[in-house]
């Protein structure tokens, strides 16, 4: 069996990592802004500034799902495998690790987590969940 990967799919790999990088400074960029304005500026904003401005780190991360998306729709059946068991497993982690914290926050009392953590958990979780499929097929 041939471990030689075909060039459309080297191709597909070096725009994704291309497009993320990308992203991931855009991302960086925006943030940085969006917190010097809001928190640090000496500005007295109007509210609906505030939110707009509070949104957009949401259009580097709509850019990192497109990158995604692209290269998932290059992948070869076998790869598209890997990547949607990683994501079922990835989905009922964060769900049920959200759902049981959020009893024990109403309940038991325990520290608020804010929402803006559930998505780098699900790419924390996506990643490991990756390699553990990966190796079950190996």
Not at 26 to 35: C, E, P
Request: hydrophobic share 55%; charged share 15%.
């Amino acid at each position: 069996m041939s471990c030689e990967v075909p060039e459309n799919m080297r191709q597909a790999k070096r725009r994704y990592v291309r497009d993320m990088a990308i992203a991931g400074v855009v991302y960086l960029a925006v943030v940085y802004g969006a917190v010097t304005l809001i928190r640090h500026a000496q500005l007295d904003l109007p509210y609906w500034a505030v939110i707009v401005i509070a949104l957009t780190p949401v259009a580097p991360a709509l850019m990192m799902l497109r990158g995604y998306l692209i290269y998932f729709r290059a992948m070869d059946e076998f790869n598209r495998r890997i990547q949607s068991e990683a994501w079922l497993i990835t989905a009922g982690v964060v769900g049920l690790s959200c759902f049981t914290y959020s009893f024990l926050e109403e309940w038991a009392h325990l520290p608020r987590i804010g929402l803006i953590w559930v998505f780098p958990a699900l790419i924390l979780v996506w990643g490991s969940a990756t390699v553990l499929v990966r190796r079950r097929y190996q």
